[in-house]
């Protein structure tokens, strides 16, 4: 397990643009480049900070699960001269969406930590205010069993015919890695 905290504004990934070259070999072609020009350097930062918890450990192989905690500042609209508003949400609910925070997260371990973002399997996400911006990740063997969150949502959705025989009994399920949701 590798764990490690980047400190910085978290930056999605995703967002994309087109281009058209204007010059050399390929002048006329269209490209996609990001949209964004702080991923980059946000990017650096989690891949620096990744090599830095990784030390001298292998690169993890086989299926990962991946949990990140992205930390965003407050704005200063749910501060009133008594402090924070009530009608201050508890949670980020506006931009950026957490999945492309995560995305950007993927690409910055990859070829660090794993050496290729398909090895991640399962993977966790959420946004939370805090004092310092930034993001919390670790890095893990995901479990070979199935979680209980994950049967639950198969059995639920009436599903269990479609795995692979890999369903196992409630006495026999995989408690959650994570304490996030505990």
Known sequence: MIEFFCSGTPRPQGSKKAMR????SRAGTMIMVESSKQLEPWRND????????RGSQPMLE???????VFVLVRPRGHYGTRGRLPS????????PDFDKLLRAIDDAITG???????????????????????????VQSAPAALT??????IRHAGFDQALDGDVRSS?????CQTPLFR
């Open 171 to 175: 006495e026999e399920r995989t408690p």
């Open 148 to 153: 209980a969150d994950e049967l639950d949502v």
């Open 21 to 24: 070259l204007t010059q050399g």
């Open 88 to 95: 201050a949400p508890l949670r980020p609910v506006v931009a």
């Open 46 to 53: 989690v891949a620096m900070a990744a090599r830095k918890a």
């Open 112 to 138: 660090i930590l794993i050496k290729d973002d398909a090895q991640i399997c399962t993977s966790q996400a959420s946004k939370v205010y805090g004092a310092m911006p930034g993001v919390i990740v670790r």
């Open 62 to 68: 086989g299926a990962v699960a991946i949990v990140a």
